[in-house]
């Protein structure tokens, strides 16, 4: 059986508006419109889609804080909306825009109360943030309060503070969201070791389809509480007919670079250029012979936003419904 | 149509588990369990505000200060008059005392639970139900102020003040228990309204400013002797919202003087069971409330 | 609590600096040059004041709900009162009557308990916003004051018509004697939410030296409280102290306004002089509050907040 189990999940929340001045229009609003999936132990997968699709209400049924109004969901074996505050001790949780951390109080504090809450025993929650503060670099930063931190400071140290009960699964709602190259590093880093290790089951959030791409070998897409697409980001991409891009900057301004195969010239911008390639292929050879012909200064790969790859993904038909809508 | 029928398992155990309601050790652990979250999070405040120890310092001095100010009103009221509705200053006193004590010991406890309208509006509450302790000890200790403690000294300040100044009272055993009592049920009905008050915001955020009538309002009611209001009024918080049962009641047999009109003298002694019975719908109130929370988010 | 010195250390290697540094590098409206028509942005500020009030229709509800209640309470105590002391501080239980729900009425609108916009700005203080309020094309108190007179202007519609309406059906209170006499009273009511609102946003601004202003709030709430007469009129207050009282800034909230509509200062000089007195409140402590803004600017573009 499946560690984490959807079926046919749904909830539909009754949106009021006012009509008028006194009258008021009732709608039925389906957030999550029957989701079925599984995830096993140890899968790390990345759940995205754009605003609205219905993710949060999701992760917030996944975890207990909302009751699904029809399906079964199950996460290790128990059922979130009956039995919360003993999945609690079983999940880790972070959200990207909300820290749980205590703002006036040095971080260390934060933990002590994870640990008392929790009921970790001493010895496993020393070893635990030892480990964390080790790979997270949180150790200057122990006695810092976290009004001071950065925000990838911030963001660390609130992804230790999801794993210092060792949690089975660890949902993170946009874990990279605002963080400088750095700590967006870092904290993907510490996410795969963690995976590896100890084979906590990790289900992510994201904007950033880079996340995915490191992290991830299962890719589900949500949008309009559908479950739209379920296998890996390779598929995604084929299915969705996405580009990728390479930017390059030269050591000067040249006429567009137009004789390189399989890429094509998408703009520039004194020494810099644009140029794109299909998703599915590598760049490495594209790198290579931009290299050979051109006095290449740098270059970096950006993967296409997920907005732009759902967008493809339907052809139209999207952009058609959103015109209905309005 | 037939997903609406699979979800209803769900909801009819949930509802089934609410109203069967917790056998006694099950009540126990849980009361264990929320003293235990109440006193982290209450500590981890109280840690917060010692970063700002100046501030804290002069916050608990201003507060010791200032809430004298209130008794003071009192104080001059009595600079003109003899008695207020046939009452001497000693016996308001004992009444000020006693509501004002279980008010300050309520508004220490209980008293952030007012701010919670606010952790629903920006959706900070989901924090809270996603850790493992329950959910009303942690929005009840939510920004535990020690400051609040000016509030309860000033109350115990007054009381003792009035039970020393009471020349005309013959104490009982009896009555001489029921003072403590009283103070504590006191308490307890206050914290189980706003509790209620609390859960209101639940459903609707903004008509939090309703509680402080019943809460704040309660209290000033209860400083004066009942004879001076309108006895719909003395009704009311006897039948309705049972304010009268925190001191009123009580205190007017310690103080040898009838119950109002139409309440039974037996009523006096009834504090500890409508405290409980407060507590209990309370419960379901809140209960329902963050039910209701959960099923639609918002 | 850790030692002193591991905080300062760990502080110290700090690679960010704070938020509020970095937006107080930002070009003040001053250097871009900017400039907008002033009396048409406050204009809009007072606008945007009233209408976002305007949306709390179930708070304004909770709110004259509430008020009836403590006025109700508080009526039944005055009632007691002067039934045993007649004529007690000049007035009659009537008078006594009306000068309770003109307490109510006036609760929000002159900042008896709290001016109802000190929280949000201490938070944008403690928070560090303030830092872009600070550099706005705008100076920041007469922002704050132009939203707050917006906000005024809605709760003596909102909340302050209905108590007294309320009040005015159960108990028979005194009423003022002609359409000049509103009038009169309503520019009194004017000036004191002038001067609650300087009040408040001396206290405020505290935020910036305490950061926790919670407690700075609690003790003014208490003494506008007691000081404004908010329960007990201050003609009663015995000797000095009602001396003192009626002549603190507290007394231009309620006292004089309710003065005002009972008649006691009359048409001419008496009347004058009452609002003269609210007027050298309210401007010194605007001043006040200027000097402790301009205090708080220094302190925040050299320290950070």
Redesign the interface.
């Known amino acids: 059986m499946p560690f984490i189990e959807l079926d046919?999940l749904?909830k539909a929340?009754?949106v009021r508006r006012r009509a008028g001045l006194l009258r008021r229009e009732k709608r039925e609003v389906r957030a999550v419109d029957?989701i079925t999936f599984g995830v096993e132990r140890g899968e790390m997968v990345g759940y995205i889609g754009p605003n609205g699709a219905g993710k949060s209400?999701t992760i917030?049924m996944l975890?207990?804080?909302?009751?699904?109004?029809?399906?079964?969901l199950r996460v290790a074996g128990i059922?979130p909306?009956?039995e919360?505050?003993?999945l609690?001790?079983r999940?880790g949780?972070v959200?990207g825009q909300?820290t749980?951390l205590?703002?006036?109080?040095p971080l260390r504090?934060s933990y002590r109360?994870v640990h008392?809450?929790?009921q970790v025993p001493d010895a496993r929650f020393r070893e635990n943030l030892d480990r964390c503060v080790e790979l997270l670099e949180l150790g200057d930063l122990l006695d810092v309060?976290v009004r001071q931190l950065s925000l990838g400071q911030r963001m660390r140290g609130d992804i230790a503070a999801a794993l210092l009960h060792d949690p089975d699964v660890l949902y993170l709602d946009e874990p990279t969201i605002g963080l400088d190259i750095v700590s967006r590093t870092r904290v993907r880093s510490f996410l795969r070791e963690l995976n590896a290790d100890r084979g906590t089951t990790v289900l992510l959030t994201t904007h950033d389809l880079t996340d995915i791409e490191q992290l991830c070998s299962r890719v589900m897409v949500i949008d309009h509480g559908r479950l739209m697409y379920d296998g890996d980001l390779t598929g995604l991409h084929e299915s969705g007919g996405g580009e990728r891009l390479l930017v390059v900057d030269l050591a000067t301004a040249m006429p567009p670079i137009e004789d390189v195969p399989g890429a094509r010239f998408v703009r520039a911008e004194g020494p810099r250029q644009w140029l794109a390639f299909p998703a599915t292929s590598s760049a490495a050879p594209l790198v290579a012979a931009v290299a050979a012909a051109y006095p290449l200064v740098d270059l970096s790969v950006r993967e296409p936003d997920i907005e732009t790859v759902i967008a493809k993904m339907y052809g139209g038909t999207r952009e058609e419904r959103r015109e209905s809508l309005t | 149509m037939a997903?609406?029928t699979?979800?209803e398992p769900?909801?009819r155990?949930?509802g089934a588990?609410g109203v069967a309601g917790p056998g006694r050790a099950r009540l126990v652990r849980r009361g264990g369990e929320s003293w235990r979250?109440y006193r982290?999070?209450a500590g981890?405040w109280i840690?917060?505000?010692?970063?700002?120890r100046?501030?804290?310092a002069?916050?608990?001095f201003?507060?010791f200060?200032?809430?004298f100010?209130?008794f003071?009103?009192i104080l001059?009221?009595f600079?003109?008059?003899?008695?207020?509705?046939g009452f001497a200053f000693a016996e308001v006193a004992f009444l000020y005392g006693t509501a004002g004590t279980s008010f300050g010991l309520a508004d220490l406890t209980t008293g952030s639970l007012q701010r919670m309208g606010r952790r629903v509006r920006d959706?900070?509450l989901?924090?809270f139900?996603?850790?493992?302790?329950?959910l009303l000890a942690q929005v009840a200790a939510d920004g535990f102020?020690l400051?609040r403690l000016g509030r309860l000294t000033q109350g115990l300040v007054v009381l003792v003040w009035g039970l020393l100044l009471l020349d005309g009272v013959t104490w009982t055993p009896l009555k001489v228990l029921l003072v403590p009592v009283t103070v504590v049920c006191g308490a307890v009905i206050f914290m189980a309204v706003m509790v209620v008050g609390a859960s209101a915001q639940f459903w609707?955020q903004?008509?939090?400013?309703?509680t402080?009538?019943f809460t704040?309002?309660g209290n000033?009611?209860l400083q004066?002797p009942p004879t001076?209001?309108?006895q719909e009024?003395v009704r009311g918080v006897v039948y309705v919202v049972p304010l009268a049962f925190v001191s009123w009641l009580p205190a007017l047999y310690v103080l040898g003087r009838p119950a109002p009109a139409g309440v039974p003298s037996w009523a006096a002694f009834a504090s500890p069971a409508v405290a409980l019975v407060c507590c209990g719908l309370a419960g379901l109130v809140w209960r329902a409330g963050v039910?209701s929370y959960?099923?639609?988010?918002s | 609590?850790p030692p002193e010195g591991d905080g300062k250390s760990a502080r110290g290697s700090r690679p960010a600096p704070t938020r509020v540094v970095r937006f107080a590098a930002l070009p003040s409206a001053a250097e871009r040059g900017f400039t907008v028509p002033r009396p048409r942005l406050y204009a809009t500020v007072a606008a945007g004041g009233f209408r976002r009030h305007a949306t709390?229709?179930?708070?304004t509800?909770?709110?004259v709900?509430?008020n009836s209640?403590?006025g109700?309470?508080?009526s039944?105590?005055y009632?007691?009162?002067w039934d045993?002391?007649p004529r007690?501080g000049g007035y009659s239980v009537d008078d006594a009557l009306a000068y309770v729900w003109i307490g109510q009425a006036l609760l929000t609108v002159c900042g008896l308990m709290g001016g109802g916009f000190e929280t949000e700005l201490m938070e944008r203080v403690r928070t560090g916003d303030i830092a872009v309020d600070l550099h706005r094309p705008a100076d920041l108190q007469a922002w704050w004051l132009a939203a707050n007179a917006g906000r005024c202007a809605f709760q003596l519609l909102g909340r302050g018509a209905a108590p007294m309406v309320i009040g005015a059906l159960v108990f028979d209170f005194t009423l003022p004697d002609g359409p000049g006499r509103w009038a009169a009273f309503l520019l009194s009511v004017a000036l004191g939410s002038l001067v609650g609102f300087a009040l408040w946003y001396l206290v405020a601004m505290s935020a910036f030296w305490?950061?926790?202003?919670?407690?700075?709030a609690?003790?003014a709430w208490?003494?506008g409280?007691?000081f404004s007469g908010m329960?007990?009129p201050l003609n009663?207050?015995?000797g000095a102290l009602g001396d003192l009282a009626r002549v603190l800034p507290w007394a231009s909230l309620l006292q004089v306004p309710a003065d005002v509509y009972l008649g006691r200062y009359g048409d001419g000089g008496g009347l004058v002089g009452a609002y003269a007195f609210q007027g050298c409140w309210a401007l010194v402590l605007l001043a006040a509050g200027r000097a402790a803004q301009a205090a708080a600017t220094r302190k925040v573009v050299v320290q950070g907040g």
């Open positions: 046919a749904e929340f009754t029957g209400t917030k975890t207990g804080i909302l009751t699904p109004s029809g399906g079964r059922d909306a009956r919360r505050t003993r609690a001790r999940i949780v959200f909300r749980t205590w703002w006036d109080l504090d109360l008392r809450m929790y309060p | 997903e609406r699979a979800a769900v909801a155990r949930e588990a979250t982290m999070v981890m840690r917060s505000t010692m970063t700002y100046s501030s804290f002069l916050t608990l201003s507060s200060c200032v809430t100010f209130d003071v009103v001059l009221m600079g003109h008059v003899e008695g207020i509705g959706g900070s989901d924090t139900l996603l850790r493992p302790a329950p102020a400051r609707i903004d008509a939090a400013e309703v402080n009538s704040y309002g000033t009611l004066y001076i209001f309108a009024l039910r959960r099923s639609t988010g | 609590m709390y229709r179930v708070a509800a909770a709110g709900f509430t209640v403590f109700l309470v508080l039944y105590t009632i007691a009162l045993e002391r007690l305490l950061l926790d202003g919670q407690g700075v609690q003790a208490l003494c409280m007691f329960l007990l009663v207050f015995p």
